[in-house]
């Protein structure tokens, strides 16, 4: 008979316990079992399968994979503690696995010059609404964070209300990479999480981190000896064999694909994702088929995380990292998945839409030297053109939808007495003002009705279709605020207004949600209506200081949020015209458990 073996995990992957089970345990027991030992993470083992269980924030239990190998489980629990747990309410711990400062590689550290320069051609290349002249950097462990200074008048106790509330500050790591953060998140938080992401891409194999380790040690103990060079010599032999390192990339494949398939609608039939990557920059293509139609999702950052280690781990290949990773699933009968990868390593020129610009394949050669280096990347990478893809994990445009005529709008409609909002795939405009989705930080679509009393005739009805996006930063005005009015007691709502709604929540809501859970657990903090939501949980100065366990319910009624506190008689409101009001229930739901 099979035996279960369940084992707590500790924040540094080391077994608290382990038990051994006749039958396979189900999520209510690993949960019990993990809180019984008070750690955030369960292994199951069946012979060399590994199932991998973490506490999400809010204390709910999930399975992060059903099974995998020990290695590849590892990496997922240290993957799922980078990107729900660390670096905490205390900051970044030098003893934690992340908190160690990642290893140089073959680039080394950049210098300041470089790193300010490195985020003006950002800047430039982007066409982004910031500064370049005059910028500073400060250094950490991984690198250099830039940002634009704010001239604060001391003497004036009331100058802090001129100062930019969430400005960005572009992080910039020792391989060139760069991550736009907005000033609300704490400078230590900030610096804590990067140095964590590039310490878990480009940390070592288990068994070469084990040497290094032990390396180390011998060096201590050889200083302490009073008799330098007692030690000659010491090699480290460590690194995984070739067939090893295969079976490792694919298995993080694997897991890579098991992640992608949750970001698409309830039911489909097949995916394809796109990855275009160097050690600086990527862009990744995500898309669905439900019922034969094409449906576009996002790549959520945490996945591209994984990517890039999965990419790490294969540049010690002897054909070097990929340029180029495809990753197709198919459904098949009986709900079983089908999933085929292929790897492009660049023997012919990249498609325009996936290709980086020519400063990160320098970046990536640099830091992954090889010998064969196909002729026009070469020439390529030794150009100085303007770059042709984003350098950011970009909003999806599926292969198969580039070669198709250009998509026509979903809504054209007119607003008002002679202006018509227009909204296709990629972006919404009004006018003369128009946002790309993936720039809005924002959206609100709340309803009214307005009841205008008859005397000597019957009463009249108005309703309110109000329906807008925006960022926080200089927005267009008129996006915020597109209305629409029908009168009637049971009018229909007009059909642009549900069309438009229905893109916000599959395709914009998603991803709004994801990032203001991260800033939330990076400690950061930002108000909806007049509440303000941080880590600790809600605040409506003089009327509300709940932690996220106190809150009892929350309800969507009347074009409101009501928000019950245990032992608060008054529940506290958000109208659903307030930005971001939509997102209370599921942000409450994520952080309340």
């Not at 992954?368 to 390529?380: F, I, K, N, T």
């Not at 007495?417 to 919404?428: F, G, L, N, P």
Request: charged share 25%; with cysteine; net charge negative.
């Amino acid at each position: 008979m099979p035996r279960h073996v369940l084992a707590a995990i500790g924040m540094d992957g080391g077994e608290i316990a382990r038990e051994e089970r006749p039958a396979a345990p189900s999520l209510a027991m690993v949960a019990a079992y993990g809180d019984f030992h008070a750690c955030d993470y369960v292994t199951v083992s069946e012979g060399e399968s590994v199932a991998l269980y973490a506490r999400y924030p809010g204390d709910m239990w999930d399975a992060v994979s059903p099974g995998t190998d020990a290695v590849t489980a590892d990496e997922l629990r240290l993957w799922f503690e980078l990107t729900h747990h660390y670096p905490g309410p205390d900051g970044a711990d030098p003893s934690h696995p992340l908190g160690r400062a990642p290893q140089p590689g073959a680039v080394g550290r950049i210098d300041e010059r470089r790193a300010i320069a490195l985020v003006q051609e950002h800047i430039a290349t982007g066409g982004l609404d910031y500064p370049t002249q005059g910028l500073v950097a400060d250094r950490f462990a991984a690198g250099w964070s830039v940002y634009a200074p704010v001239d604060v008048d001391d003497s004036d106790p009331m100058a802090f209300l001129d100062m930019p509330v969430g400005r960005s500050v572009f992080m910039v790591g020792d391989t060139g990479r760069i991550k736009e953060v907005t000033s609300a998140i704490p400078p230590e938080q900030a610096d804590a999480l990067f140095t964590a992401e590039e310490a878990f891409v480009r940390r070592p194999p288990a068994e070469e981190a084990f040497m290094n380790d032990l390396k180390a040690e011998f060096e201590r103990l050889d200083a302490r000896s009073g008799q330098p060079g007692a030690i000659a010599d010491f090699t480290v032999v460590g690194t995984p064999p070739e067939d090893v390192t295969a079976a490792r990339v694919t298995a993080l494949t694997d897991e890579i694909a098991r992640q992608l398939v949750l970001c698409g609608p309830q039911r489909w039939e097949r995916m394809v994702a796109a990855f275009s990557c160097a050690v600086s920059a990527e862009t990744a293509d995500l898309c669905f088929w439900q019922h034969e139609r094409p449906v576009e999702a996002r790549v959520p950052e945490r996945i591209a995380l994984l990517v890039r280690r999965q990419r790490h781990l294969a540049a010690a290949m002897p054909a070097g990292p990929w340029l180029r990773l495809l990753v197709a699933v198919t459904k098949g009968p009986g709900g079983q998945a089908q999933v085929s990868t292929q790897y492009d390593y660049g023997d012919e020129r990249l498609p325009d839409g996936q290709l980086l610009a020519p400063t990160h394949y320098r970046n990536d050669l640099a830091a992954y030297p090889r010998a064969g280096v196909p002729a026009w990347l070469r020439a390529y990478a030794g150009a100085n053109g303007q770059r042709t893809a984003s350098p950011r994990t970009a909003p999806p445009r599926s292969a198969a939808s580039r070669q198709e005529a250009p998509e026509r709008p979903f809504v054209d409609s007119l607003v008002g007495w002679t202006t018509h909002v227009v909204a296709d795939q990629q972006r919404i405009t009004y006018g003369r003002d128009s946002l790309a989705w993936e720039e809005i930080e924002w959206v609100r679509y709340p309803v009214s009705r307005t009841k205008h009393l008859g005397f000597l005739f019957p009463s009249t009805y108005t309703n309110t279709y109000t329906f807008g996006v925006g960022g926080y930063g200089n927005s267009p005005k008129s996006l915020g605020d597109l209305t629409w009015s029908k009168g009637g007691k049971r009018a229909q709502a007009p059909e642009a207004w549900l069309a438009l709604v229905e893109f916000a929540q599959r395709v914009l809501e998603p991803r709004l949600l994801a990032e203001r859970l991260d800033l939330i657990r990076r400690g950061g903090s930002f108000t909806v209506g007049e509440v303000l939501v941080h880590r600790g949980g809600l605040t409506l100065r003089g009327v509300m200081e709940a932690d996220w366990g106190s809150l009892t319910d929350v309800e969507v009624a009347d074009g409101l949020v009501w928000i019950h506190e245990r032992g608060r008689h008054q529940p506290v409101r958000v109208s659903l015209g307030s930005a971001n009001a939509v997102l209370l229930p599921r942000i409450i739901a994520a952080m309340a458990g």
